[in-house]
């Protein structure tokens, strides 16, 4: 266990901390434990050394991949305070609601391309990407990037 945490400890994984480096590294150790064989004339201390290294590295290089950057760096487009309010609604919010949905479509066509307004829509409408592919005749990478070129027009509109 000393020997992962010291191994832990010289790494930085993006969105995540040291805790997550030590169970990787133990995770590495835990292989080790199962591969090793002494016919090979190395040590187990060393060649466990060598196992917890090569999966932290491991758990290192998978964080800073680009293809995780969405995930790692997403927003929702809804606000989880107002759920607590569902089932509390009078004729009066339910008129607002319609007028503030209203300001939010004029905004989203005021901001977007048609294509990214049309994605945009279908996906809160809860549509799935397969779906959304189908209805507008392009491929899930178009829809993807739409939704992603969508959401930070938002982001940085409603942030004004």
Avoid at 4 to 10: D, N, S, T
Wanted: hydrophobic share 35%; proline share 2%.
């Amino acid at each position: 266990m000393n020997t992962v945490l010291a191994r832990a400890r010289g790494f930085f994984l993006a969105e995540g901390d040291t805790d997550d480096l030590v169970q990787e590294g133990m995770i590495g150790l835990y292989s080790a434990i199962n591969e090793y064989s002494e016919r090979e004339g190395k040590s187990f201390k060393n060649f466990a050394y060598l196992c917890i290294t090569r999966q932290i590295l491991d758990a290192v290089k998978h964080s800073r991949r680009r293809k995780n950057s969405p995930l790692n760096n997403s927003v929702s487009l809804f606000d989880p305070h107002l759920e607590a309010f569902v089932g509390e609604e009078n004729p009066e919010d339910f008129l607002l609601d319609d007028e503030s949905r209203a300001e939010f479509r004029l905004k989203l066509m005021r901001e977007l391309s048609d294509f990214e307004f049309r994605v945009m829509t279908m996906y809160l409408e809860g549509m799935n990407y397969s779906d959304i592919c189908e209805a507008t005749g392009k491929d899930m990478k178009s829809v993807d990037n739409a939704l992603a070129r969508s959401k930070k027009k938002l982001r940085q509109a409603f942030s004004k």
